[in-house]
C-alpha cells in the first residue's frame, strides 16, 4: 500500500469550507483514494472513494490531480459536527490491509 | 440501514486475566476485519478472515491473541493473559469480497486493563 501524508490537525469556523489535502507520491496504477471519518469512541466511517479526477456524494468532494500524487478531500460549510479525524487510506481495489496512519483531526469552531 | 455489532462495549479487567470480544457482520459480508486502535493512533489491523479462512494474521501476538469465525459469520477475538499494553479499542469491521477499501466498522469494545 501506498504512504500517505496528510496534516496532523486543522481548524475550521462553522460554514466555512474545509480543504484536507494528502499526499501520496508512490500511488499504484491501480490504486484508489479512500477517504475515512471517525468522530471519537466510534469506529471508523467511509466517505468517499475516487480513482481520478472528480467525485461528489452527498457528504463530500474528492480531487484527484492528472498525476495522481495528492488528492483534497472538500467538506462544503463544515458544522460542529464535522469535527472528527479523518484519514486518507489508498490501496487496490482488492486491497484488504488498510493502513489508517494517525490521519488528520479537523476542529470546527463555533 | 445494517449495522456491524460488537459486545461488549466497554470491558474493565485485571491483567493476567482471560477477555473475549464479539461480531457480528452485516449479512452477506465475506470478509470480516479485527482491529486495536490506541488512543491518538489510526486502527491497526490484528486479523482478516475471508468466510471462516484466516486471511491475514501477521499483527496478532499469536502468544496471547487468538480469533475466530467458525461458520464464516460472526467472530471471537479472544486475549489470554491481558496485558496492561492491550488497554486500547478493539473495532470489528466488514466487507463485501472484493471491497476492501470500503469496510463497515462496528462501535468497537473499548478495553482497559488495569
Known amino acids: 500500500l501506498a504512504k500517505t501524508t496528510q496534516p496532523i490537525s486543522m481548524d475550521s469556523y462553522e460554514g466555512q469550507e474545509v480543504n484536507i489535502t494528502c499526499s501520496h507520491n508512490n500511488i499504484a496504477t491501480n490504486d484508489y483514494i479512500t477517504w475515512y471519518q471517525q468522530f471519537p469512541s466510534q469506529g471508523p466511517r467511509f466517505i468517499i472513494q475516487?480513482?481520478?479526477t472528480k467525485v461528489t456524494n452527498e457528504v463530500a468532494s474528492l480531487f484527484i490531480p492528472a498525476d495522481r500524487k495528492s488528492s483534497t478531500l472538500s467538506l462544503p460549510r463544515v458544522s460542529l459536527s464535522d469535527t472528527a479525524v479523518y484519514y486518507c487510506l489508498v490501496g487496490g481495489a482488492g486491497a484488504n490491509n488498510l493502513f489508517f496512519g494517525t490521519g488528520t483531526r479537523l476542529t470546527v469552531i463555533p | 440501514e445494517a449495522e456491524v455489532a460488537q459486545s461488549p462495549r466497554y470491558k474493565i479487567t485485571e491483567k493476567s486475566q482471560a477477555v473475549a470480544f464479539w461480531c457480528d457482520p452485516i449479512s452477506g459480508h465475506a470478509t470480516l476485519y479485527w482491529y486495536r486502535q490506541i488512543l491518538g493512533q489510526g486502527p491497526e489491523l490484528l486479523v482478516q478472515f475471508q468466510d471462516e479462512s484466516v486471511v491475514d494474521d501477521s499483527q496478532l501476538p499469536k502468544d496471547r491473541f487468538s480469533a475466530e469465525r467458525l461458520k464464516g459469520v460472526d467472530s471471537t477475538l479472544k486475549i489470554q493473559p491481558a496485558e496492561l499494553g492491550d488497554s486500547a479499542m478493539y473495532l470489528c469491521?466488514?466487507?463485501?469480497?472484493?471491497?476492501?477499501?470500503?469496510?463497515?466498522f462496528g462501535p468497537g469494545t473499548r478495553l482497559t486493563v488495569t
Open positions: 475516487g480513482y481520478k
Open positions: 469491521a466488514s466487507s463485501p469480497q472484493g471491497q476492501g477499501l470500503e469496510q463497515y
